[in-house]
């Protein structure tokens, strides 16, 4: 799918476990989104045009779960002051 820029936009999926287990077709698929945000490696986009694939509510779980346990860059707490890749942008506007 393309999205509103014109940017290929996909869902990331991997199976459970290592990599052989992959060829294991009967593990459960993974999605690397929710699976970053519960360790506390992504930020949620909320700007214009922003799409979920009706997977927000795991996204902002994952995320809130990774703020409460501090992992990631959550290990200084909830009101941890993150720059975020939108604030970045404006900052670094050329």
């Known amino acids: 799918r393309v999205d509103q820029s014109g940017r290929i936009v996909g869902r ?3 199976r459970r ?3 052989l287990s992959a060829l294991n077709y009967s593990l459960p698929l993974r999605d690397v ?3 970053l945000g519960g360790r506390g490696l992504v930020t949620l986009y909320t700007g214009g045009g ?3 694939d009706n997977r927000e509510g795991k996204l902002r779980s994952a ?3 990774a703020q409460r346990w501090r992992r990631g860059m959550w290990t200084e707490g909830k009101n941890t002051r993150i720059m975020t890749p939108a604030e970045y942008k404006r900052k670094h506007k050329k």
Do not use: C
């Open 63 to 65: 995320i809130s779960s």
């Open 33 to 35: 989104s929710v699976f």
């Open 17 to 19: 476990g290592t990599f």
């Open 50 to 52: 922003a799409e979920y």
């Open 12 to 14: 990331v999926q991997v």
